[in-house]
């Protein structure tokens, strides 16, 4: 009986400390007006003939806050990295010099970082939502189980106790994120 308990309970903090990883990864896509080389990690090039991420075909970094060099490890792919940056639909205009391949980060708009800062919380409302939904299957969970009614009435206020952390570390995440798109 107590393994099964142990089984709900850990694998409901792991659900939801998923929920977080996932919050995070979806917010580092969201640009706060900065630079960054991840920016162009969801990139994919056709590397002869098999789609590659971008990071393992060339050097990427940031010589200034509003600029993205890419410098390809074979000349021949530039075009290649400049067909995969416009398919990746990021909003960015490459350059080639023949060398490597800039990207011009253009600064944000007042309009665009409330259109940002709205992504920002409807991803915080879904992890939320998935928190709340790992509550529930847990609680189900242990409906389930043949024990006295105090241990529920305690795991569920664990499992109670758990969920308001986990929100709590979302809104900590989104804070931090609109923070950081609205800063000009």
Do not use: C
Not at 111 to 120: H, N, P, S, T, V
Not at 153 to 160: G, V, Y
């Amino acid at each position: 009986m107590e393994d099964e308990i142990d089984f709900i309970i850990d694998g409901t903090r792991e659900a939801m400390g998923n929920a977080i990883k996932h919050l995070e990864k979806q917010l580092i896509n969201i640009r706060a007006g900065k630079a960054s080389p991840s920016m162009v990690g969801s990139v994919m090039v056709d590397y002869y003939g098999s789609p590659t991420p971008l990071s393992q075909v060339a050097n990427i970094s940031t010589p200034d806050g509003m600029t993205i060099s890419i410098q390809p490890w074979e000349k021949n792919l530039i075009p290649e990295i400049e067909r995969g940056i416009h398919l990746a639909n990021l909003g960015f205009n490459p350059m080639n010099n023949g060398e490597s391949v800039i990207i011009n980060v253009p600064p944000l708009t007042e309009e665009r970082r409330k259109d940002l800062a709205k992504q920002a919380k409807a991803a915080a409302e879904e992890a939320k939502i998935g928190v709340r939904n790992d509550r529930k299957n847990a609680n189900n969970d242990l409906k389930g189980l043949d024990i006295s009614e105090d241990l529920k009435k305690n795991l569920e206020s664990d499992i109670q106790e758990m969920t308001d952390n986990h929100i709590k570390q979302i809104d900590e995440i989104y804070a931090k994120k609109e923070k950081e798109i609205m800063t000009v």
